[in-house]
Each structure stands twice: as structure tokens, then as C-alpha cells.
């Protein structure tokens, strides 16, 4: 089978047709792959930015078709939509799992990286852990909302902006985009985004964000923010740049929340000060659980929030992952796996 797996020197990206297909072991489910998004995570993965694992197949914003069942499969059925997502299966008894916070688990499974993921044309989930795919969600739409939409989703839950407050996301891309769409028509927060490039600022305006600011062409982006609303009362950082977790720090108001999700392999620098006068909170937020992931879906299938997705061709994942490392890409590129013939 078709697949997009790590190179064998686990520093980038390529396409193979030999992969061998899976086959179901006990709970769980063979889906038949029709969609899969290309988040900035499997950039990440793909150069070992968190260690190197060639040959793994790449994807966690995949969406496909349950085909066949493993032995003791009794959460899932033969034709069902399902999502194979970074969270891809929990110990289900530890003190995370037990406590809503199953993406902590310290044994968990992340599709793409510590198992083979989503972009392939057959691909293995642990049905237990497969959230399922409103049938009124168009599934490339729904490919986006498995990471960066549940991601954003549970972030901006986490800030713990109120409806009518001022949230600021940084990063209008894959996800910030999602984000922008989610604090807006979700949460009803008054929303400022912050990116470099202005193609995806203009997407971020027409996404529904109340003020939209270029960091390169303004000076001090913090003070300005200040300024302009008298600080935020939260921030979610997707940018994969320490340059935007310093900013968000200072553009909040005091009793704010800033909430790390973007993953530049850097260090933020944080006034201790200014945290505790301030009483800032810090907070890193990963995916979503299921529960997440089944809201932002539903919140997908009604209709308030419209991902922008392109549909490309599996063969050109390689230059998709060249124009996300470029910051190129409005929205997300998904790749589809319903066009791949054998
Ligand atoms: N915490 C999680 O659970 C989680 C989930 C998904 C993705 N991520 C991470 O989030 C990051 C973003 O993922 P994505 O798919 O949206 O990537 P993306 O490349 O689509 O978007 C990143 C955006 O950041 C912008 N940017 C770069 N420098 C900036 C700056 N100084 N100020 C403002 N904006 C800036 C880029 O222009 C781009 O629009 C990645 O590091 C990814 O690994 C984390
Ligand atoms: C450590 C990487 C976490 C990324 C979540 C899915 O993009
Ligand atoms: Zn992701
Ligand atoms: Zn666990």
C-alpha cells in the first residue's frame, strides 16, 4: 500500500507503494484511509525534532472508513466514519486516565510518531480509542479538526476566556486559524491574531478575528495590545516561535492565562516578577481527549466552524512539507488517500 513515511535517516519525508497493509489483532479496527492532514507536528516528527523514528508511517489528522474488525471489537462496526488522532490509545487506568486528562497518559500511543499513523491508504486504530466521525462533518474538514481543531478547541477551554473578553492567538496558521474560528464562534470571545505573513492574517479577518496584527511590522506587538484592549485576558500560542510566548506574556492582563501549544525547540523568557505581581498562569495544553475531540467535531458538523482545507495528492506530500517549513500553507493541506489507484 501507498504511505508517507519518515526517511530511513529520520530527518525527512517520503512516499512509498510497498508498504504491507495491516491487519486487525484484538480490539482492533482496519480503516480504509480517505483523508489525512498535514499537521507542523509531522514536520517536527519527520526532522526528529523529538527523536528519530525512521520508517514510521506520519499522520494523526487521518479520517477513514472502519473495513474490517479485530477480535473483541465491540465499540465500533463495519462502515463507520473514524478519526486517527495524535492521542491514539491511554493505559485507561492511571492517574491521568482516570481524571480526564487521558492525552498525559505516560503510557500513551500518539498515531504518527510513537505508532504508525494516518497517511497510508490502510491504517490500524485501537477501536476503544477511535472517536467517531459525525456523518453530517464533511470528512476532509473533520481530517483538520483531529488535531489542529481539537487542539485549539482545548486550548482555548484552558485560557478560560469568557464570552466577551479578549483572547489573542498567536499563530494564524493550521491551527491558528482553527483557533480564531473557535474563540469566535464558539466561545464568543473578541479575538486579536498575530502572525508574520499577511495572506494568513487576511484568512484569519475573513475567519472571524476582531483585530489582526503583522509581528514583523509592529514594533513593540505586546505593548500595542495593551494599548489597544488594556492586555488580554488570555492567550494561545501556536506560532513555533519563542519570539510569540514572549509576546504573549506581556500582552496579557494581569490574572491572565497564556496557553503553550506551539512547539519551538526553544526556551521562553519569563520575568518571575512580573508572573507573580501579575499573576499570570502558564499553561501547556496537548490535543484533546476524546471527549474534546467529539465536541470540536460536533461543533464542526454545526457548521460554526468551516476549516479551510486544500486537497492534494499523496505524491506531493514531500513539497506540502517543504511549503509548511516555508509558512506557506493558508489553512491545512490534506492529503487524499479516496484519489490513490493501485
Ligand atoms: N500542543 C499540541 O497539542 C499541538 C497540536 C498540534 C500542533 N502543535 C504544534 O503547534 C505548532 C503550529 O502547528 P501548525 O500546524 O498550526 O503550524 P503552521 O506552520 O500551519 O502555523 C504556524 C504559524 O506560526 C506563524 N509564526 C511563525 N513565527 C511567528 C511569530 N513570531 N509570531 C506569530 N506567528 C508566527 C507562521 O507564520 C504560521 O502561520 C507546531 O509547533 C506544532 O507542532 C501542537
Ligand atoms: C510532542 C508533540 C505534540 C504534538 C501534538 C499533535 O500535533
Ligand atoms: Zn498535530
Ligand atoms: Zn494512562
Not at 525527512?12 to 479496527?29: C, N, R
Not at 484511509?33 to 525512521?54: I, Q, R, S, W
Not at 492586555?231 to 519570539?243: E, I, L, M, P, W
Request: with cysteine; charged share 25%.
Amino acid at each position: 500500500m501507498k504511505a508517507v513515511i519518515v526517511n530511513k535517516k529520520g530527518d525527512g519525508v517520503e512516499v512509498v507503494s510497498d508498504y504491507k497493509k495491516p491487519s486487525p489483532g484484538y480490539g482492533e479496527a482496519l480503516v480504509k484511509v480517505e483523508y489525512c492532514g498535514v499537521c507542523h507536528t509531522d514536520l517536527h516528527v519527520a526532522h526528529g525534532d523529538f527523536g528519530k523514528v525512521p520508517g514510521r508511517i506520519l499522520g494523526h489528522e487521518g479520517i477513514g472508513i472502519v473495513e474490517e474488525l479485530g477480535e473483541g471489537v465491540t465499540t465500533l462496526k463495519i462502515g463507520d466514519r473514524v478519526s486517527i488522532a495524535w492521542f491514539f490509545e491511554g493505559c485507561g487506568h492511571c492517574e491521568y486516565c482516570t481524571t480526564g486528562r487521558e492525552t498525559l497518559c505516560r503510557s500513551v500511543k500518539n498515531a504518527g510518531y510513537t505508532v504508525d499513523g494516518g497517511m497510508s491508504e490502510y491504517a490500524l486504530v485501537t477501536a476503544d480509542y477511535a472517536v467517531k466521525v459525525p456523518e453530517n462533518l464533511d470528512p476532509a474538514q473533520a481530517s483538520s479538526i483531529t488535531c489542529a481543531g481539537v487542539t485549539t478547541y482545548k486550548a482555548i477551554k484552558e485560557s478560560e476566556v469568557a464570552p466577551g473578553e479578549w483572547i489573542v492567538i498567536y499563530g494564524a496558521g493550521g491551527l491558528g486559524n482553527l483557533a480564531v474560528q473557535y474563540a469566535k464562534k464558539v466561545f464568543n470571545n473578541k479575538v486579536i491574531a498575530v502572525d508574520i505573513n499577511n495572506d494568513k492574517l487576511k484568512l484569519a479577518k475573513e475567519s472571524g478575528a476582531d483585530v489582526v496584527i503583522n509581528g514583523k511590522e509592529i514594533e513593540d506587538v505586546a505593548g500595542y495590545i495593551v494599548d489597544l484592549v488594556g492586555g488580554c485576558h488570555g492567550a494561545v500560542v501556536t506560532a513555533v516561535s519563542k519570539v510569540a510566548f514572549n509576546q504573549a506574556v506581556n500582552s496579557v492582563r494581569a490574572g491572565g492565562t497564556v496557553v503553550a501549544v506551539g512547539l519551538p525547540s526553544e526556551y521562553m523568557d519569563l520575568s518571575i516578577v512580573k508572573t507573580v505581581l501579575d499573576g499570570i498562569r502558564i499553561k501547556g495544553s496537548l490535543v484533546g481527549t476524546r471527549k474534546d475531540l467529539e465536541e470540536a467535531f460536533e461543533f464542526g458538523a454545526m457548521g460554526l466552524v468551516v476549516p479551510v482545507v486544500e486537497k492534494v495528492c499523496v505524491d506531493s506530500a514531500p513539497q506540502v512539507f517543504e511549503e509548511m517549513e516555508k509558512g506557506l500553507i493558508q489553512g491545512r493541506k490534506v492529503l487524499d488517500f479516496t484519489k490513490v489507484t493501485n
